[in-house]
């Protein structure tokens, strides 16, 4: 008779960036991480220095048995607010994981809509480091698409303070307008609509 063979209890570890922002979209991902292949630093993303983001981002995808990224726009943000967008970005984060899971663990205290066992943990990604993972790869995927928008739109310094309501980011609403990737539900946006009646900035200015 053949001995049963114990599979694998496999965890998924799930965390969304961008709640704050007052432009682009809220990015969520979901780490499996390999039982045989640890990753050594992985902490919240936030206590991390961008470099050692950067390089951890490039491990985590080599090495994870499974990840994958999603996101929840800014349309979507406004329609079902940040909170209702966040489970929608980090649901269709762990619906996009090619692998079979048995559990998902999320950082915070609310869990999306998941045909999974689901447990949300108050601070997880500074104690689970699957979750540790995802906040990784999500805030550097997040700061390259903010990279990607400030060549577009250098006036607005995304690239420095990566969307965050900051005084310069105010002023440059102010100064320029409100453009499409803003999320026009957020106070300072509101704002600058009412005030300066300006919906679009319709010229980009594209860096050379």
């Known amino acids: ?16 960036v961008g709640r704050g922002p ?6 969520a991902a979901a780490v499996v991480l390999h039982p045989q292949r640890p990753i050594a630093g992985l902490l919240d993303s936030k206590k991390l220095t961008e470099a050692k ?12 048995a ?21 489970l929608l970005a980090m649901q269709r984060a ?3 994981l090619n692998t079979e899971i048995d559990l998902v663990l999320v950082d915070g205290n609310k869990s999306p809509k998941l045909n999974f066992a689901c447990q949300p943990i108050v601070k997880g990604d500074q104690h ?19 990279v990607q ?25 102010m100064k320029h307008g409100v453009l ?3 999320r026009r539900s957020f106070g300072p946006v509101k704002l600058a609509l009412e005030t300066t009646g300006r919906a679009i900035f319709a010229q980009p200015i594209t860096e050379h």
Not at 1 to 16: K, R, T, W
Not at 55 to 64: E, G, P, T
Not at 154 to 173: L, S
């Open 53 to 64: 983001r950067q390089k951890l981002d490039v491990i985590i995808r080599q090495q994870a």
């Open 94 to 96: 762990v619906e996009k």
């Open 128 to 146: 689970v480091q699957s979750i540790s993972a995802a906040s990784i790869i999500a805030k550097v995927a997040r700061d390259k698409a903010m």
């Open 180 to 182: 499409p990737q803003h």
């Open 22 to 27: 007052l432009v682009g979209s809220v990015v």
């Open 1 to 16: 008779m053949s001995a049963l063979i114990e599979q694998p209890f496999v965890v998924a570890g799930v965390d969304e």
């Open 66 to 86: 499974a990840w994958a990224i999603a996101e929840a726009t800014p349309a979507e943000i406004d329609d079902i607010n940040i909170l209702h967008a966040s």
């Open 149 to 173: 928008l400030h060549q577009t739109y250098p006036q607005f310094g995304f690239d420095k303070h990566k969307g965050y309501p900051t005084p310069a980011h105010r002023d440059a609403i």
